[in-house]
Each structure stands twice: as structure tokens, then as C-alpha cells.
């Protein structure tokens, strides 16, 4: 599986659909990291996805049939009293979670400017633009 930083071409906002969950990281700020994986290119890819918790909450309502039992899960996981704390979703018992009919708007992110650097390479790491969904007639 690739990294899905590795295969951008730019650093423009771009697109990914058939997404799935295969991870959430809760620590103590406002924001938590979802490891998801798509098809990108018709390849298999990895990234982290950095958002902010209500934006998460939209993920989960997205989740379809899975939707009331991963929000359980994150409420559990949040009431934890050790940080951070990690769901994980790549078992038998409990399989990737699959984001039908969403398309995720995703944004680049780089590394700190560091000294010496004249080109970084973009982090696995991108924050969502926009979720959208696809409504069949």
C-alpha cells in the first residue's frame, strides 16, 4: 500500500472517494486524526486525516448501517482516562469502516519550515476541505 502523499502530483486540493476508516485517534486537543485508506489512481493508499471533532461526527453519520455503533464507540473511547486513546477498525470483528457515496475534499499539509529546506515534502497528513455526498435518483 502506498502512501498517499507520495503520489500528488501538486499541492492543490483534491478529491478522494471510496474511503475507508481504519483507524481514529482521540488525544487531549479538539481535533483527532483518522487513518483512512482509498483508491487513488486505482491503487491502494494510506493517509491521515486531520480534522476537528464535529467534523468527525459527519464522517460517522455517513457510515450508513455502522453509523449508531461507531458513535457509541467514540463515546467510550472518549470517557477513557488514558491519552490518546485509538479505535481501530481492520479485524474480522470489526472491519474497515467504508464512507459509501462520500467524496472527501482534502488538503496538503507540510512539514515545518526548517532550516536549509528549500523543498519539502508534503506530510501523509490532510485536512478535510469538505465532505460531499452523492445522491442517486
Known sequence: MKLLSDS??????????????????FDNTDD??????????HEPHFFHLALPFQSLDTLLRLTADRA??????????????EW?????????EAPPVPLPSVALKLS????ADEEGEDDPQPHNIFYLEGVYVRLDS
Open 68 to 81: 449508531e455503533i461507531l458513535q457509541e464507540e467514540v463515546a467510550d473511547a472518549l470517557a477513557a482516562s
Open 108 to 111: 496538503v499539509t507540510y512539514p
Open 32 to 41: 483527532v486524526t483518522v487513518w483512512a485508506t482509498t483508491d487513488f489512481d
Open 8 to 25: 500528488l502530483a501538486d499541492d492543490v486540493d483534491f478529491f478522494v472517494e471510496h474511503v475507508y476508516v481504519v483507524a481514529i485517534v
Open 84 to 92: 490518546p486513546a485509538l479505535l481501530e477498525f481492520n479485524s474480522d
